[in-house]
């Protein structure tokens, strides 16, 4: 379990300098993860390395979202005066999303028929 926070906190921290020299542009979190997800997709890292520690830290996820909903009740005011548009932002951004989700699918699968009627 150690070796796995370790590999963890190496690429978070990693991303964290990827993330400075390139001015933030991309937060650090995101680019550690996704170098994670990369040293785990082309076998650099065994994932049997981080499995348990994935697996405690996803089953205690809620406990990394008190520190988010803490610092959102310190600004209650600011939301609450731009409540409407937070609705209307998230709501569009999910009609978005649902939309976007659904034309790549429908877009693979007929790529996933195309391919399929080319080897009978």
Do not use: C, W
């Amino acid at each position: 379990m150690i070796k796995g926070f370790f590999f963890i906190l190496l690429f978070y921290f990693l991303g964290q300098l990827v993330s400075l020299l390139i001015h933030g542009f991309i937060p650090g979190s995101v680019i550690g993860m996704i170098l994670l997800f990369l040293a785990l997709f082309f076998k650099v890292i065994n994932p049997e390395n981080v499995r348990t520690t994935a697996t405690v830290i996803t089953k205690n996820m809620a406990v990394f979202f008190v520190p988010a909903a803490v610092g959102l009740m310190a600004y209650i005011e600011i939301v609450s005066r731009n409540f409407l548009a937070i609705i209307v932002g998230i709501a569009i951004s999910t009609i978005l999303t649902i939309v976007t989700v659904a034309l790549v699918q429908e877009r693979m699968e007929k790529r996933g028929k195309k391919g399929d009627t080319a080897h009978e």
